[in-house]
């Protein structure tokens, strides 16, 4: 006896002619699946985006307060700045032996709302990241002295800013049109997409920042407006942080150990990721709810199945007892509810990449405008392979209430139609 | 192959079945002494409801345990067979037609009768199609039993009774639910198929018409002892009532 074609024949021909609750049932297992997918896959993708984008930097020096604010404020062009350090500060880290790249930030300005951050060409000369830091054809970085602006891909894209276009800052990291400043910088470049919070800013030189009309030079603690043409004296300059790139972890650890613990003055952001791994784990909580959501999404899927399969047991008697009649065992009819949830539970399963794709394209459309972050939508992930296995299983062992009912169903009784 | 080496296809010895009232009391609807159809035979049973045709039937068929006696279908010993070697045993040996017909109506005709092969000797295309055309549906092959006629239903049921080779063919009032012109075409069919195919018929029904049809009539009313009914009147006197 060959009763596997006859189990395939049963199964496919059960699942067409209850097509409408087949069909709601694998939508019902495709969201759970999706959603686990998705829940663990934005989770790592995030974590390792957040904890990796230091864009090839080891560390950031800041003023004296969170590391995690120091990281967030510089590497990820969020929250404020904790404060600013002197000028002197990035000349003697720059020159420390264990420094092998020292790139200063200015902050305090926007455009349209996108940062606008004071630097050297260094950044861009001596860019520490994958891959370097490059300019789009026709375009060149600015020159550290004149009235210049790089713009990122994505400040691009947004604003219309192309090359040979000026603008405006606007005073404070959040845009109010009333707070335009007069000066004006010529944008003489366009970065490649970096897919990084890079692509998110307005770079201009430092010395942009210092001359900028309405701001104010306070490194002596004295307030200093330079005037046109006038070279600022050092002690009145201030950066926001320092960009470090270390020459080994042993500088990593002698920074840490001489600005963190016996300095009073600065904080050493080291290594960058770690601050980040900390948030992380603070917040692991809100992770563990929406696991904890999704693995009851999987339980209402689960439900969905068995109850969607036992509520025809009652129309499908008939059914089984024909199929008994002709000679199939209790084993087969058993095997084809099973084989049927499973199918139900593979069918959503497959769709659930479907459901998976699209949040994580939304999840990366809103994470990529509110970070720059980019997360890696088709990066491989075991998530991806194990939810399908363990939807199919559970939907496997959903079967089994429902085929142990069509198991015990009663041949000769119910031969005849039900009246 | 026949396991019965010119033996009855079918031997009924002792056989008793009861079933359990809902007063709590176990009444006895079969008690067969003994019975037997020779290859090929068709007999028809005649009986009326309460005689326990339908019972007698699913006993044969292995689908109702009986609570004693054996039940010799080609050679072996149905009741004494696991239920799962009944099962096999059941799709080899046994075609059933229902009065109902009993196909599965989210199947094509094809498919209703190559599902019955499948849990018998094999699915065969070429053999459940020939069937088809040989009971006249050739261009219904693909038709769901909504989209047949009754008596194009109950051709499709005889297909399928008789798709595995089946040594014993057991029909339930097959023409029960047809019109006397389509009840008439209904069992020359079967008959006729049976004949060409070698298998043994064992027809139930109380319709006269039918019944004046068979060379051999066994009235259930003294077949089962237990029938709750009189025995009925020699057909002749029937047909002349």
């Known amino acids: ?419 | 192959m026949s396991d019965t080496a010119g033996g009855p296809v079918l031997r009924i010895e002792q056989l008793k079945k009861s079933f359990l009232a809902p007063d709590g009391e176990r009444t006895a609807v079969i008690d067969v002494p003994a019975f037997a159809l020779a290859p090929a035979e068709q007999v028809a049973l005649r009986g009326q409801s309460g005689s326990g045709k339908t019972t007698l039937l699913n006993l044969i068929a292995g689908i109702l345990d009986a609570d004693a006696g054996r039940i010799f279908v080609d050679g072996r010993d149905m009741a004494a067979l696991p239920e799962g070697a009944r099962d096999a045993w059941r799709a080899r040996t046994i075609g059933y037609v229902f009065q109902t017909f009993n196909l599965l109506q989210g199947y094509t005709a094809l498919e209703n009768v190559m599902l019955g092969m499948m849990f018998g000797r094999g699915a065969d295309a070429a053999h459940a199609t020939a069937l088809l055309e040989r009971v006249g549906l050739s261009s219904r092959l693909h038709h769901r039993p909504r989209q047949l006629s009754v008596g194009q239903q109950q051709r499709v049921a005889v297909a399928r009774a008789l798709a595995n080779h089946p040594r014993l063919v057991l029909a339930d009032e097959p023409t029960g639910n047809l019109d006397p012109r389509h009840a008439a075409e209904a069992l020359e069919l079967i008959r006729t198929v049976c004949r060409e195919q070698q298998a043994a018929l064992l027809l139930v029904s109380h319709d006269p018409g039918v019944l004046a049809r068979f060379e051999r009539v066994e009235d259930l009313a003294v077949v089962n002892l237990a029938a709750d009914v009189a025995p009925m009147p020699p057909l002749a006197a029937v047909g002349q009532a």
Not at chain 1, 32 to 59: H, P, R, W
Not at chain 1, 246 to 258: F, R, V
Not at chain 1, 266 to 285: C, N, V, Y
């Open chain 1, 1 to 419: 006896m060959n009763a596997r074609p006859g189990l395939w024949l049963i199964v496919s021909r059960s699942l067409r002619q209850h097509a409408l609750s087949t069909a709601v049932t694998a939508c019902s297992v495709a969201m759970a699946a999706g959603l686990v997918m998705a829940v663990f896959a934005i989770k790592s993708q995030t974590y390792d985006a957040f904890t990796g984008g230091s864009n090839g930097f080891d560390a950031v020096l800041g003023a004296r307060g969170s590391q995690l604010q120091l990281v967030l404020n510089t590497v990820f062009h969020l929250e404020t700045s904790p404060g600013n350090i002197p000028w002197s500060m990035y000349q003697a880290i720059a020159q420390d032996d264990g420094v092998a790249l020292a790139v200063p930030y200015a902050v305090g300005d926007n455009y349209q709302g996108f940062r606008i951050v004071g630097t050297t060409p260094d950044l861009f000369e001596k860019f520490p990241g994958e891959g370097g830091i490059r300019v789009e054809s026709g375009g060149r970085f600015f020159t550290a002295d004149a009235r210049e602006a790089v713009v990122g891909s994505v400040v691009a894209q947004r604003t219309g800013l192309t090359t040979g276009a000026t603008v405006n800052p606007y005073h404070g990291l959040i845009f109010d049109e009333n707070k335009r400043h007069e000066d004006e910088y010529t944008v003489v470049g366009v970065l490649e997409a970096t897919n990084s919070p890079l692509d998110r800013i307005v770079w201009i030189p430092i010395e942009g920042v210092y001359r900028m009309s309405g701001h104010v030079l306070r490194g002596t603690g004295r307030n200093f407006r330079p005037e046109a043409g006038q070279a600022i004296p050092e002690e009145h300059r201030e950066v926001s942080a320092v960009m470090l790139k270390l020459k080994d972890p042993q500088a990593g650890i002698y920074l840490d150990q001489t600005i963190n613990r016996q300095g009073t003055r600065a904080t050493l952001a080291w290594p960058i990721g770690r601050s980040m791994a900390d948030l992380f784990d603070k917040i692991g909580w809100v992770n563990r709810v929406l696991e904890l959501v999704a693995y009851l999404v999987v339980l209402v899927a689960a439900g969905t199945i068995l109850s969607s399969l036992y509520n025809t047991m009652n129309e499908r008697r008939r059914e089984f007892a024909i199929l008994r009649s002709l000679g199939a065992r209790k084993s087969t009819v058993f095997s084809a509810i099973v084989a049927e949830a499973t199918a139900i539970a593979g069918l959503g399963a497959l769709l659930g990449y479907v459901v998976y794709a699209g949040i994580l394209g939304i999840a990366f459309l809103i994470v990529r405008a509110q970070t720059g972050v980019v997360l890696d939508v088709f990066k491989a992930d075991p998530v991806l392979w194990m939810t399908p296995i363990a939807m199919i299983v559970v939907g496997a062992l959903s079967g089994l209430v429902p085929a142990f009912k069509a198991y015990r169903t009663d041949v000769a009784s119910n031969l005849v139609p039900a009246s």
